[in-house]
Structure formats: structure tokens, C-alpha cells
């Protein structure tokens, strides 16, 4: 601190020279804490601080020191002791530096030390000498500045410094053991607030275990319960394995059953088919007419059965894995001519047009003739049972947007439609949606099952969507890889052999 800060900073000045001049110092000390609004605790460690600076300055010739509160960023009370050079051993300044913020020795030039202190704020307690004068004649001085910083709520006002000014003065002379008697009510002062606080201390320290043990408990429990709810989800997953085992077990038990029996029957299926054929041919023995009747009816029934027979060990073959994907060239123009000869050959309904794309725009693709050809008949087989009138189309387009990698082919009619309740279970295995050309039109209830498994078989999707009293729409979208024409037209249409 310059000698013009600490003539513009100071509140106080005083010599020591005197042994009763340290011991008022730590009672100004302590007074002017408690007027900046410190704590006791910090009244204290000032108080403290001053005395053992005071100590060991003491016999200095000239020995001052001054109360200031010097402007600058960070609010500090500085007390400043100033004597002149070489008259006393360096100053030890570890005792003073535990207690307060900044303690710093300096040494330099003459200072005009009695204009450094007003001469207004000396004490008139004849402990304290007045400082009018400058000390000495000019010669090195040199200083301890100790700061410590004031409260947040310390507002530097003319008023609150008199106020500081006022408390610097009240002070009696004291002697030896009247300062005695004030450190002893100041460690007793500090053991109380100590002990209070060594209770508080306690008390949370008691609340803290407490708080422990509840955490401890609850952790334990809701361990406990994680323990148990793991025990739970174990024992679940091991049933839902185990279920699973079972229902796969099931499943193979049942695509077994279907193989066996579709294998043991068609034989018999197939006599009473070809039987029937032959009562009926044009070169056999005549018949009565009940007797062609009757005949004809075995006839229908055997078909039926041998539809069902053919379905099922489809149906078996797909979900054994055991139909294998021979993929080639299939050139589109003879697979939709085929199956629409087919189709009008087997008996179209009355008032219903089959409409099939122009052959110019079906391009060559690389796939299973074979199962797309099923596909294609299962859904075209399942528009024309259900449509009393109107028309049922095919529709081939190549999807744009997938570079050409993708192919679809789309399937409405304008029949009956199926209602929304109904929907989710069109692709369940036997299951028929009820109405009046369900009950004319007896089927297996394979046809659409089996017709997604094979385009899911093949890499593509099959959707669904319908309308009551509008139609249907089958939209099945599967992988393209363009593939290059046959050197020769495409071969007449061959029945498909049956599988």
C-alpha cells in the first residue's frame, strides 16, 4: 500500500511502544471486525493476529501501525505496522499468515508515515501515543501489511466508515491481565462456538447414519426383489423355451403328418379320379342317366380331394424347407399367356373377363417358373371363385424407384371383397371368410397361405387389401434380375405336372 493510499484509506493510527499498546491493539483489532459486520469467528483470528504481529514488532524504534481500508477490485481491511530499518530482527509472519487472508513483509524508502495517519482518529485512552509527528528523520522504513477481505454485505459509506472510526475509539487502557481476562472470554467465547458446532456436527453426523441405514435397507430390498424378479424371469424364459420346443416339435409333428398322409392318399385319390374318368369317357359302356349322375359327383368329390391332397403337401413341402428355389430365365410373356389359357380352359364364371398385360410389356426375369407360376394361379384361381361380375386383372410393372431391381404383379377383381374383421385372418391355414359364395365355393382354405409362403420363399411380399361389395387387391412384389430372350418363341402351353 503507497504512503498516499494509506493517507486516503486510513481510519486509524497509533504508535506501540508499550506492552498495554499490543494488548489494546487486539482489542481495536477485534472492535473494528465486529463494525465491518465478520463473523466471530473472524473477529477472533484478527484479534489474534494483531497481538502476535504486535509481539514480535515490539522495541522497534518507531514502531506504528494504521486501520485502512484501501480502495481497489477486492474490499480488504488492511492494518499496516511501519518501523524504522535495522532496528530488529526479520519479522516472523507464519503465526499471522494461518489467520488472515495476505500477510507480506516490505522494505523500501522514507515514508512520510505521520501524513499516512489522521491525526483525528488517535486514540484518547493514553495506551495509544499520537502520531502527528514523523518519525525519525527521514531514514528506511519498513512494513508489515496484513488483509483480510470484508463481508459481501459490507457497503463502504461515509456513515459506516465513522462507524468503524467510533469502534477503533472506545477503548480503555488495559493492562496485563485485564487483556489476559479478554483472551480467556474469547477462547472461551470460540470453545462454546466450538462445541456447538462439534454438536451440530454430531447431530448430523447421527442423521447422516440414519439416512444410511435407510438407504441400506431399501437398497437390500429392492435387491431382494430384483433377486426375485430375475429368479421370475428365468423361470419364464426356461417355460417359454420350453413351450417353444414344443411347439416346434408340434409343427415338425404336424408337416410330417401332412407329407405321410398327402403321400398315402393321393394314390387312392388319384384311382378314383381316373376311374371316374373312364365311366364317363365316350368309349365306355353306356350309363343311365342316375348312374352318370352319381358318377359325375364322384368325380367332383375326387377333384376336390385331390386339390386338397395337392395343397397340403405344398403347403408341407414349404414349411419343411424342402422346396428348393431353382432360379432361371423365365420369360414372363409365356408364363402369363400359359396360365391365362389355363385359366379361361377350366371354366370362366358367367359375365367375368380375365385380363391379362399385353406381351410386349412382360420383359425376361431370372426366377422359379415354377413357384411364381403357383403363386399367380392361386390368386387368379381365388379372384375368379369369388367374382359374380365384372373383371379379373393382372397387372405387371416394374418399380422405378428400386432402379429396377424390384417386380410387381397385382391381382384385383371386382367380387364380393372381404370385410375389414376379417382381414387378419385371410392368411391363416384353413380358415374361410363366411358368406354365400364362401358356402357355393368350398375350398381349402390354403390358397392364400400358401401363396405368401412361396413369395416369401423368393425373396418378395405379399399384401392384402379389400373392400366389401367393391373387390379385392393382391399386390405381390418380388426381386427382378432382367434376363435375356430366348433365341426361339416361346413353347406352346403344357399342363403343369403335378408336384
Given amino acids: 500500500m503507497t504512503v498516499s493510499a494509506a493517507r486516503s484509506a486510513a481510519l486509524s493510527a497509533f504508535d506501540l511502544a508499550t506492552a498495554q499498546d499490543v494488548f489494546a491493539l487486539r482489542r481495536i483489532g477485534q472492535s473494528a471486525a465486529e463494525a465491518l459486520g465478520m463473523d466471530r469467528q473472524d473477529q477472533v483470528r484478527i484479534a489474534t493476529a494483531l497481538s502476535e504481529l504486535g509481539r514480535d514488532r515490539l522495541g522497534c524504534d518507531g514502531l506504528t501501525v494504521a486501520f485502512t481500508l484501501p480502495p481497489g477490485p477486492e474490499p480488504v481491511l488492511a492494518v499496516v505496522f511501519e518501523w524504522d530499518s535495522g532496528t530488529k530482527a526479520a519479522p ?49 522504513r519498513e512494513r508489515i501489511v496484513a488483509e483480510h477481505p470484508l463481508p459481501a454485505a459490507w457497503s463502504d459509506t461515509p456513515a459506516a466508515r465513522l462507524g468503524v472510526r467510533e469502534a477503533l475509539r472506545r477503548h480503555a487502557p488495559m493492562t496485563l491481565a485485564d487483556d489476559l481476562r479478554a483472551q480467556t472470554r474469547d477462547l472461551i467465547a470460540t470453545l462454546e462456538e466450538t462445541r456447538a458446532q462439534r454438536e451440530e456436527l454430531r447431530r448430523l453426523n447421527d442423521e447422516l447414519e440414519e439416512t444410511n441405514r435407510g438407504v441400506l435397507a431399501l437398497y437390500t430390498e429392492l435387491s431382494q426383489e430384483l433377486e426375485e424378479t430375475n429368479s421370475g424371469v428365468v423361470a419364464l424364459h426356461t417355460e417359454l423355451e420350453e413351450k417353444s420346443n414344443r411347439l416346434r416339435e408340434t409343427s415338425e409333428a404336424k408337416t410330417r403328418f401332412w407329407t405321410n398322409i398327402s403321400h398315402e392318399l393321393r394314390t387312392p385319390v388319384n384311382a378314383v379320379v381316373a ?80 385380363l391379362t398385360p399385353e406381351p410386349g410389356t412382360l420383359p425376361v426375369t431370372v426366377t422359379d417358373e415354377a413357384l411364381l407360376t403357383r403363386i399367380l394361379r392361386n390368386l387368379l384361381s381365388n379372384a375368379l371363385k369369388f367374382t359374380e361380375k365384372g373383371e379379373v386383372r393382372l397387372e405387371f410393372a416394374v418399380d422405378p424407384e428400386a432402379a429396377g431391381q424390384w417386380m410387381t404383379f ?31 365355393h368350398r375350398g381349402t382354405g390354403l390358397g392364400l397361405p400358401y401363396a405368401r409362403a412361396l413369395t416369401e420363399l423368393l425373396g418378395g411380399t405379399l399384401r392384402l387389401s379389400s373392400t366389401p361389395g367393391v373387390g379385392t387387391r393382391v399386390e405381390v412384389r418380388l426381386p427382378h434380375r432382367p434376363g435375356p430372350r430366348p433365341a426361339t418363341p416361346p413353347a406352346p402351353p403344357a399342363p403343369e405336372a403335378d408336384a
Avoid: C
Fill in 92 to 140: 516472523d509472519l507464519e503465526p499471522a499468515a494461518r489467520l488472515l487472508n495476505r500477510v507480506r513483509h516490505e522494505t523500501g524508502g522514507a515514508h512520510e508515515t505521520g501524513a499516512a495517519h489522521e491525526t483525528g482518529a488517535a486514540h484518547e485512552t493514553g495506551a495509544a501515543h499520537e502520531t502527528g509527528a514523523a518519525h525519525g528523520s527521514g531514514g528506511a
Fill in 410 to 440: 397385382t391381382v384385383t377383381d371386382t367380387g364380393v371383397g372381404i370385410p375389414e374383421s376379417e382381414l387378419a385372418r385371410v392368411f391363416e391355414e384353413f380358415y374361410q371368410v363366411r358368406g354365400p359364395l364362401q358356402r357355393a
Fill in 275 to 354: 376311374l371316374s374318368r373312364l365311366l364317363l369317357a365316350a368309349g365306355s359302356a353306356p350309363l343311365t342317366e342316375e348312374q352318370r349322375r352319381q358318377v359325375s359327383l364322384i368325380d367332383a368329390s375326387g377333384q376336390t380331394l385331390f386339390a386338397l391332397v395337392n395343397d397340403l403337401l405344398d403347403m408341407a413341402k414349404a414349411e419343411a424347407g424342402q422346396l428348393e428355389i431353382a432360379a432361371a430365365p423365365v420369360d414372363l410373356r409365356a408364363l402369363v399367356g400359359q396360365l391365362g389359357a389355363v385359366m379361361r380352359s377350366t371354366g370362366m364364371p358367367e359375365g367375368v373377363a380375365l
